[in-house]
């Protein structure tokens, strides 16, 4: 879990889902957890989780339900949005511009308590910190263009990403 | 689906449930999934969907329960707030502010790629993507005042809204 | 529910769960409701309700599910965040630059209708409305800093949030 990863790698934990007996026949509610760990190697960074995600719903089995899909940490956001690097770019100066990083006490109170990323929690309060996507006949159900984000604002460490799956 | 609408229209796109016979009787879990389309005929609107979505919740019979409802384009919101002009025109000029409309590439990379709406993609991560919302006793289970909008940053097109809900 | 009570106490109305007969004993959906009632002292204010969540999820016996925790008003925020002072104190200069409280209706239409509160409306905006956090194994599934907060931006009055749970 607290293992170092590049950008492009991630850590899945799995949590077995209990066995399904003759009820698996039946429309019981099921659910899937599983968590995925991203070490962002940059201060603000965001990565596209979507593959990783896609075949944790395949491999649950589940055909309609709700996916809920969250940063487990509070300087992390996971959003949709579209996988292009000019509006990435753009996404980094809007927030620098919104909530600027600056260790000193002086600008953010927060850093009085040795930390130097209260900037991170108001960067991941504008991206959000979970989204709640629909299952339907087996798959994420999305527009053309949506895409997961991890949205890293204090990276450089490993953080964990939550993936819940409920449905029938 | 891509058929240009006015802003008071929607046309949806119906997912037939399965049929459910002596299953209805138990608390299984039930699932309906629809499609709204709006098209808002300017750039930013926003759209009061509430009595659409009331009536989606009142057909599925659905008694307890949650309901997702997103914008399934990344350059639109669904939110939760009043229904009074005055804040609408208030959040145009706000997130105007906070993310300026510019379809020069100097500002916004996004927009070397022939796109104009590098702004939207921002105003959205303001707005949100979805609402969940409580289904009790039957009904969106609301205070006096939520209501839920279609937000359109970048509009003059038709877009699409995914209202999903879970439960039994 | 509407009386007015301390930053630090809270009212709770109880919407009783049907009674489970041989059904608890299978994995049918069950599903659990409570509006707590908070009044903040001050206009602007943050208020851990972690706690409170965490009991209700011990009392409903749900082991796999989600739970959508929403502030009821318009004017108010539930989020996830950290459980620092000096951070919070952050968060409101923070929100105060972005959306400036100002009464007068030369800088918010919304305050022609003889309220004060438009900023209060766009504050929410940027904190959110709910949160939906993962009920893994009978409890929150939180990351190691997670607290759940009630964020108040017009306060001096009683205000509702809702708890709902759904699960098996």
Redesign the interface.
């Known amino acids: 879990m607290g293992q170092s990863e590049p950008v492009s790698g991630y850590h899945i934990s799995r949590?077995p889902t209990r066995p399904l007996l003759l009820?698996q026949w039946?429309?019981?509610?099921?659910?899937h957890?599983e968590y995925l760990s991203f070490t962002i190697p940059t201060r603000m960074g965001f990565l596209n989780i979507t593959p990783t995600v896609e075949a944790i719903v395949a491999k649950t089995g589940i055909r309609?339900?709700?996916l809920?899909c969250?940063?487990?940490?509070?300087t992390a956001s996971v959003?949709?949005?579209?996988d292009?690097?000019?509006?990435h770019?753009?996404?980094k100066k809007?927030l620098e511009q919104?909530?600027p990083f600056d260790a000193s006490p002086q600008r953010?109170?927060?850093?009085?308590?040795g930390e130097d990323n209260?900037d991170a929690?108001?960067k991941?309060?504008?991206?959000?910190?979970?989204?709640?996507?629909?299952i339907?006949n087996g798959k994420l159900?999305?527009?053309?263009?949506?895409q997961i984000f991890y949205g890293e604002f204090d990276g450089r460490r490993a953080k964990?990403v939550?993936v819940?799956v409920?449905?029938?």
Chains 1, 2, 3 share one sequence.
């Open positions: 949590q009820t039946l429309p019981f509610m099921k659910s957890t309609e339900g709700l809920l969250n940063a487990m940490h509070i959003f949709i949005n579209d292009e690097s000019g509006l770019e753009d996404y809007w919104l909530a953010y109170a927060h850093n009085r308590t209260a929690h108001m991941r309060q504008i991206m959000g910190r979970e989204v709640v996507v629909a339907t159900d999305f527009g053309p263009w949506e964990r939550l819940k409920i449905g029938e």
